[in-house]
Each structure stands twice: as structure tokens, then as C-alpha cells.
């Protein structure tokens, strides 16, 4: 008899979970509390899956023999409540994935800040060296359903933490570790730790022939390194030091020694700009470097990278205004990376849906570079509080077009305008990619 799997979620990796599970002989059963995308519906029905929306039928869900949960329930929902009581194994979508990926090697990014932007880079790196090479994960594409339908030699997969609550056995060849900073605390009881522990899984299942990239110069990592038993090759980078192996940063050269292998490049020849993205492409560099990829092609690529969309990405110069779109930064540290990258006078679009925001983490940073803020939201007074004492002008707004018409009428030449609104999206928008093309269109039409 076939193993009864039932998916809970059918976003993009639930249903992707769901045709690898048929594919492979499950009896499958998916399970959503919302409604589906019709795209979604329509490849359930064409593979012959069955499935339910609108509700979670309990009986079904707790029949099953192993369950593959969407990274977006949390564990204090009732229905994983009672599946957790009744001892029922839960796998995330990876989990599955990794079980049937045969003997394909796996390139895995996690972090608070920059995952996107670091998976892009390497993905661009491998392929430009000639990898046959899959984009994968929390970037928008499940890994899973490549697996099913299109599978390849290497996969480039960002994690998030909520992914990597639920693997078992899951391992990457190479795992990349980029920074820990307090986010998406209200998943995990509001304790710090329990976040951290949640990204250190990336190595749990690690062996000494796999490699460990980590930044080196953050606390959170540093701290917690020493206290696991790891058996993986430690890659670190660094600004503020020389590291033996891995890289490093010193004046405007950025150092890479893995093996035999030397690099120097220059960061005037990085394509992405800012501090924040100098830690980005050194991690980047490391991966390539350890899965042999030679110096030429790394450079290569580093130099003609594009940055993604909604991700400090430049919109458009309007009459010496500079519009720059970092939708994606949903969190104040993202925030604080896009300021951080400014080197003209600012005027800084924020707001939205606050995770539990502490805004003096930008303080200093708002005080040298904005000149106006320009609020995005439906309630935005704890932005107002935070920044009226040390910008001379708040604007308040209710969508995208009021927001740049806002910010244009108060922008002069040699400005930057940047939406970098360090919070969630879901008073006004879809998500954060309806927020930046909202922003966009906005641009287009002054």
C-alpha cells in the first residue's frame, strides 16, 4: 500500500511537494485553508491529485503517514497542534525534495538579509561557468517541482528558516550562512534563540567533505559557532580581518584563498554596490571558488551581475532624481543595508505592516542621509514618533502614487528617492513585488 502524504499549503512549494510526491508514488492528498491559485488548481487536476481549499478537513489531515507542511503555518496553528500530538512525522517541502534528488549537488543560502541577491549571484556565477544548474527555493521557485519535472546536476537554493524547521535529513555540499539578525521573532516565541538555532540547521547534517561559509564579522554567528559540534570544512569572510581560507576585504581588494586557488579582484569591479553587497559577492566567490570554478569565469561574472528586481534596484532618473525600488526590504536591517549604500542626500519611503520594528537601528544612519520621509502605510505612528525629533519632513500617504508624488515634489536635483520600507506589505498590497511595481508605475507616470 502506498504511503499516505498529505501537503499542507498549496502555494508554490506545497503544490510543487505534491506532484514530486505523485510522481514517486504517494498517495497524495493536498489541503489549504485559502483559496488556490487557478494556475495551482490546474496542475493539481492535470496530475490527478486530489485536493481541498477553503478548510482543512481534520479527520483526512490526521490520517496521514507523513506530512509535508508549508514554511507559512506556524506551529501554534490548531491543526499542527493536533498533528504534533498525535505524533505524526512533519517534513518541509526540501525535506521531500532532497530525498529524491538522487546524486545532484546543492549550493544552500540562508540569512536574515541578502539571501536573494547572494542565490542570484552564485546561480549567475555557475552558470556562467557552464553548470547544469537549477535557481531554486524561497526565491520563488520550488525546489521540488524541478526535481519532478526538470532535474539537474547542481541546485542554488535559498532557505528560509521556517524551511529549515522541518528537514531531517536534509544536506548541503555547500552551505552559506551570510548574518543573524532578530526577524520573524512572532514565529518563534519571541525568543531570539530559538531563530538562531532555526539557521545553524543549515549545517546539522553537514560532513568534512562539505563547506560552511560564514560572515565572520557577525556577533550572533560568532558567538553560537563555537558551542556546536560541526564536522564541516569552516569557510569564513571578512572586512576587518585576514582569514587563512575563505575571503576577505582589504582596502578596495577583495582576497579569496580556497585550495590552491588565489584571487584579487577589485570592488570597483563588483556589479552590486554598497557594503552590504560587498559581504554578498564574497560569500558568492567562496562557493564558486570551493566547487571549482575557476578565477576567470568568477570575475566574469561578479563584473556583468544584475541586480534582482525590488531589490535596490534603479527605476528611473527623473529630472536628476535618482528612483531607487527595495520593496523586498520587508525588515529595519534591510532597511538599514539600503541606507547604508546611500552617497547622496535621501528621501526614504517606509512603512507597511510592523513586525515588532525597533527603528533606532536606523537612527544614525537617517540622521546623516534623509532629508524627508515619506510614510507608506495605514498606520504610521510609531515611524512618526521614531523619526519627528530628527527629519524635518514626514509625509504621510496611503498608496504607491501619493508616496513618489510625495517624494518627487520634495526631492531636488542630486537626491536619491528609496522605498526601502522595512516592514511588511499587507496593509496595502499583495506583497512586496505588487509594492514595487506599484512604485514603479508610479515613477513612470511623473
Not at 554578498?280 to 568568477?298: F, L, P, Q, S
Not at 502605510?377 to 510625495?406: H, L, Q, Y
Request: charged content about 25%.
Amino acid at each position: 500500500m502506498s504511503k499516505k502524504l498529505i501537503i499542507l499549503g498549496g502555494g508554490e512549494s506545497g503544490v510543487g511537494a505534491a506532484l514530486l510526491a505523485k510522481q514517486q508514488g504517494y498517495d497524495v492528498f493536498l489541503s489549504d485553508g485559502g483559496a488556490l491559485k487557478e494556475k495551482y488548481r490546474q496542475e493539481l487536476r492535470e496530475a490527478g491529485i486530489a485536493f481541498e481549499e477553503g478548510r482543512h478537513t481534520g479527520e483526512k489531515v490526521l490520517g496521514a503517514d507523513e506530512i509535508v507542511k508549508s514554511p507559512g503555518i506556524p506551529e501554534k496553528n490548531e491543526l499542527v497542534k493536533a498533528i504534533r500530538a498525535k505524533g505524526i512525522p512533519v517534513i518541509s517541502e526540501i525535506e521531500l525534495a532532497y530525498r529524491f534528488k538522487g546524486s545532484s549537488k546543492i549550493i544552500a543560502i540562508t540569512g536574515s538579509n541578502g539571501k536573494s541577491t547572494t542565490t542570484a549571484l552564485i546561480y549567475h556565477i555557475c552558470e556562467t561557468a557552464g553548470f547544469n544548474c537549477a535557481l531554486v527555493g524561497n526565491i520563488g521557485y520550488s525546489f521540488a517541482k524541478q526535481v519532478a519535472e526538470d532535474p539537474k546536476e547542481w541546485y542554488i537554493l535559498e532557505i528560509s528558516s521556517f524551511q529549515l524547521d522541518d528537514i531531517k535529513t536534509f544536506r548541503a555540499d555547500v552551505s552559506v550562512l551570510l548574518n543573524i539578525t532578530e526577524d520573524h521573532l512572532d514565529r518563534y516565541n519571541y525568543q531570539f534563540e530559538n531563530y538562531i538555532n532555526s539557521k545553524f540547521r543549515i549545517l546539522e547534517n553537514q560532513t568534512s567533505n562539505d563547506y560552511f561559509i560564514y560572515c565572520a564579522d557577525d556577533e550572533v554567528i560568532m558567538q553560537k559557532l563555537p558551542l556546536l559540534n560541526t564536522h564541516t570544512n569552516p569557510l569564513p569572510f571578512s572586512m576587518k580581518q585576514e582569514v587563512k581560507k575563505g575571503s576577505y576585504i582589504k582596502g578596495d581588494q577583495m582576497m579569496l584563498r580556497i585550495q590552491e586557488e588565489r584571487v584579487s579582484m577589485s570592488i570597483y569591479d563588483f556589479a552590486l554596490k554598497g557594503k552590504h553587497n560587498q559581504y554578498n559577492t564574497m560569500a558568492a566567490c567562496i562557493a564558486a571558488a570551493t566547487v571549482g570554478i575557476r578565477k576567470e569565469k568568477i570575475r566574469e561574472a561578479v563584473k556583468n551581475f544584475h541586480s534582482l528586481e525590488h531589490r535596490m534596484e534603479f527605476v528611473a532618473m527623473v529630472r536628476g532624481v535618482e528612483f531607487i525600488n527595495d520593496s523586498k526590504a520587508t525588515n529595519v536591517n534591510s532597511t538599514w543595508y539600503a541606507l547604508e549604500s546611500m552617497n547622496k542626500p535621501t528621501v526614504l519611503i517606509l512603512g507597511g505592516i510592523d513586525k515588532g520594528n525597533d527603528y533606532g537601528l536606523i537612527t544614525d544612519l537617517v540622521k546623516e542621509k534623509v532629508k524627508a520621509i515619506i510614510c507608506m502605510g495605514i498606520d504610521n505612528t510609531k515611524i512618526i514618533e521614531a523619526f519627528k525629533d530628527i527629519v524635518p519632513i514626514i509625509i504621510e500617504t496611503d498608496s504607491a502614487k501619493k508616496a513618489v508624488n510625495a517624494a518627487f515634489r520634495t526631492a531636488v536635483k542630486d537626491d536619491v528617492v528609496l522605498l526601502s520600507p522595512a516592514c511588511a506589505s499587507f496593509d496595502l498590497f499583495k506583497n512586496y513585488e505588487d509594492r514595487g511595481a506599484q512604485f514603479k508605475a508610479a515613477v513612470k507616470e511623473l
